[in-house]
């Protein structure tokens, strides 16, 4: 092989090694914009979540009404508070599903991307999906603490705050015992219906899509 011919090959390569590190550089900046997306929406509404809080349980009217209805009223009033509180937790769980993929999705591209590339140095690629990897798990375990656990977290404190859900005498025999005990004990648990309501929903879609290309 003539020098002239190893130069053209040498830029080929190179060329190839500038391609491939440009679409890689491509999709990470494309993932870093989405990081940044999330926590901004993240602290908007975290910010908004706080104000409806502190709002909500210095709702006073609503305390008011709720302490001077009879025991069934007042258990249904709360029974409804406890379902609304049950929907956002559940659907911050579904949420976090979504933006969990929504960083999987770009991260495995880029972890693609960077171990189907020959031109770059093994090593190279290790240190690059290592500090990808990193920083997705920072991300996404500060999303969950941060969103999910922390207003899920708050919903279920709201009535204690408004001191409407104070230990009670109440026995089966009292009214509303049973309405205390859906409320309490059972509308909760209906929060992880929620993300499992979504789960079915993309594998139907994904169904629906699939048998369109038949």
Known sequence: MTAKELR??????????????????????????????????YIIIYI??????????????FIETVKSKNEWLREIILLFVEFASAFIRGRLYSFDGEITSQLKAPFGQICFYVNKSEEIDEEIKDKIIEKITESNEHCKETFKKFGMLAIAGETTKILTKMKLDEETTLSPRTPGFYLFMIRTKIVPLLSYLVPIYYSNKQIRSVGRDLKKMI
């Open 8 to 41: 053209k090959l040498e830029n080929q390569n190179q060329k190839k090694r500038t391609e491939s590190i440009k679409n890689i550089g491509h999709r990470f900046e494309n993932y870093r914009k989405l990081l940044w997306k999330w926590i901004a929406a």
């Open 48 to 61: 908004l979540w706080c104000l409806f809080e502190y709002f909500f349980v210095n709702w006073k009217w």
